[in-house]
């Protein structure tokens, strides 16, 4: 992910949506640029991560459920003129996890390097989320 965001993407204008980071599994990261910059931040618990008996939406409430995951996805809008749509498909490709770093599982994961800043999270989401360096 570290040398994705370090690239310039031609013909990007804006780019918008929801990332799955499997260091911080249970919190769903926000993902915005225009302009050149990225801005990446905790925006809420999964629904899936969710295990509060009022807010917990059922697995039949929510559009993408997986088995196993959840409704944990990556759901990005890119936006431009003369994208390299392609190269952008690479490029978010080869931020996914192997299947061999996908079998470690969440334990294994919170393991693996994480270019990305610490979260500060807010007070409605548990202590107990994600990776050993968010913050709270």
């Given at each position: 992910m570290d040398l994705a965001l370090s690239q310039t993407w031609p013909g990007v204008l804006r780019s918008k949506g929801f990332f799955w980071?499997?260091?911080r599994h249970d919190v769903m990261g926000l993902w915005q640029s225009a302009g050149g910059a990225w801005q990446g931040e905790p925006s809420a618990l999964w629904v899936a991560a969710d295990q509060d008996?009022?807010?917990a939406a059922a697995p039949e409430d929510v559009p993408y459920w997986h088995p196993v995951w959840?409704?944990?996805?990556?759901?990005?809008?890119w936006i431009g003129v003369d994208m390299d749509e392609a190269g952008i498909h690479c490029m978010l490709d080869a931020c996914l996890?192997?299947?061999?770093?996908?079998?470690?599982?969440?334990e294994g994961w919170a393991a693996l390097d994480d270019p990305l800043p610490p979260w500060e999270l807010g007070e409605d989401m548990d202590d107990d989320v994600g990776s050993d360096d968010l913050e709270e």
């Open positions: 980071l499997a260091t008996p009022i807010t959840g409704d944990r996805c990556q759901e990005l809008v996890l192997s299947d061999a770093e996908m079998s470690l599982g969440p």
